[in-house]
């Protein structure tokens, strides 16, 4: 199954970052060339590579959803890694009002916006990823914490859930 969590990226946010630096990156090369030609064009390189990430990453995150079968929750975050929770590993699953509400040692996944579910490690999957939970921002919550306790799966019994 899978899980969308782009429908709460900043969207304007992005558009709106792209649009100033459209602006800002020609007038700032031409005030730092008449400083020195070499940092100009540096500073310029470097600004054009930045919007460009961030543009790409940003269509990475809408194109990539969470994933959810019968071995792993695969939580995807744009350009980055995805964290990858064995089923067999997870013991809670939750909703969460914000990220403010995650308990010490949870791992926020969240690619942009707060968290609203957050995923409760078992001791052995929480050493081998390094953290005890997983926040996620699920575009339906509702839809991935019923998910995670009815998939089948390894987990699927005795897996709680909290709406």
């Known amino acids: 199954m899978e899980f969308s969590y782009a ?6 946010l992005v558009l709106s970052v792209t649009a100033v630096a459209a602006v800002e990156i020609p007038v700032a090369h031409v005030l ?14 470097l600004s054009i ?12 995150a809408v194109r990539r959803p969470l994933r959810l079968d019968a071995a792993a929750l695969t939580v995807h975050r744009g350009l980055r890694a995805p964290v990858v929770v ?5 013991v809670e699953v939750r909703a969460v009002p914000s990220s403010d509400a995650l308990p010490p040692g949870a791992a926020r996944t969240v690619y942009a916006g707060e968290a609203n579910v957050l ?9 081998s990823l390094g953290r005890e939970a997983v926040a996620v921002a699920a575009d339906d919550p509702s839809a991935l914490i019923a998910a995670l ?6 987990a699927a019994t005795g897996l709680q859930s909290t709406p």
């Open 32 to 45: 730092l060339a008449r400083w020195n030609g070499t940092v100009a064009l540096a500073v310029t390189a």
């Open 149 to 154: 306790a009815a998939a089948p799966g390894p």
């Open 7 to 12: 429908l709460g990226l900043p969207r304007q």
């Open 86 to 90: 064995p089923r067999d590993g997870i």
């Open 119 to 127: 995923v409760a490690l078992s001791p052995a999957a929480a050493s």
């Open 49 to 60: 590579a930045f919007i460009a990430y961030v543009l790409v990453d940003w269509v990475a």
